[in-house]
């Protein structure tokens, strides 16, 4: 703390609870979900909050821990990075692909035309040397800066490039296995 109290770890992973409770009541996230969900969803946005906002650190630098900033839905965050993921994963849901088909697509190689794309594709290229980097200096906070990084590029790719097309009733015309871009809005 400012004062040069310390904080119990305890008292840290309980505060977060309250206040990632909180936050998803007022996105009204406890109106979708039941008791038991709410509850994990806390628990992991909370403990996930934690832990990304003390390794998206330098660990040789100071800084302010502030539960406002890690809860904060934009920027380098785990919410922001949650939130990323949680897209992603609603494509390939929504897309029904499984792991057998992504296998194939593997074998088959990907043809990216659009420059999101792209980007998106070369960005991911990087994953192994941002790893050894890290094993080289010890600083973990290159990989959640890549991360971030990765969450910023794929949110430009996925406003760019539609891999599940819906119809204005919501229902899906046409899934994009190869990924092309579309530039209509559905």
Known sequence: TRSGDTVRLVELLDEGLKRSRQKLVDKERDKALNEAELL??????????????????????????????????????????????????????????????????????????????????????????????????????SLCEFMYEVANTFTEFYENCYCVEKNKAGEIVKVNNQTRCSTLHQ
Request: charged fraction near 30%; aromatic fraction near 8%.
């Open 40 to 141: 994990a969803a806390e628990t992991n946005l909370a403990y996930g909050c934690i832990k990304y906002a003390d390794l998206s650190h330098n660990r040789v630098a100071d800084y302010i821990f502030s539960f406002d900033k890690m809860l904060e839905d934009k920027g380098n965050t785990a919410c922001y990075m949650l939130y990323a993921y949680t897209r992603i994963r609603s494509i390939a849901r929504t897309a029904q692909v499984t792991e057998e088909q992504l296998k194939e697509a593997r074998k088959d190689g990907l043809k990216l035309d659009h420059e999101k794309e792209v980007k998106l594709g070369k960005l991911l290229l990087r994953f192994s040397e941002v790893v050894a980097k890290m094993a080289d200096d010890l600083l973990l906070h």
